[in-house]
């Protein structure tokens, strides 16, 4: 049992340093996967992105109502005082 656990543990000198090159191509080889993942997913966006432009357009329109009926009164009471 004793052998079983110390093989377990690392070793100080056989641990590796990593390169910067190693980084550069485990980053770009992921950033490649999200890239073509995006790409993929694009198109069931879009239609979302839409709805969502649709429904903001639609709570905006009474808020500007309510600015355009809002307005001659805050006028009427600016000319009071």
């Given amino acids: ?3 079983q656990v110390e ?3 690392p070793r100080p ?7 910067a090159g ?3 191509s ?3 080889s992921l950033a490649t996967g999200a890239g073509i993942v ?5 198109p069931f966006a879009l239609p979302a992105l839409a709805l969502m ?3 903001a357009l639609a709570l905006s329109i009474p808020l500007l109502l309510g600015a355009v009926l809002a307005a ?9 005082t």
């Fill in 1 to 3: 049992m004793k052998v």
């Fill in 7 to 9: 093989q377990m543990r």
């Fill in 13 to 19: 000198e056989t641990q590796t340093r990593t390169s």
């Fill in 22 to 24: 190693d980084l550069v």
């Fill in 26 to 28: 485990e980053v770009s």
């Fill in 38 to 42: 995006l790409f993929v997913l694009a």
């Fill in 53 to 55: 432009a649709v429904a």
């Fill in 72 to 80: 001659p009164i805050l006028l009427m009471r600016r000319r009071r």
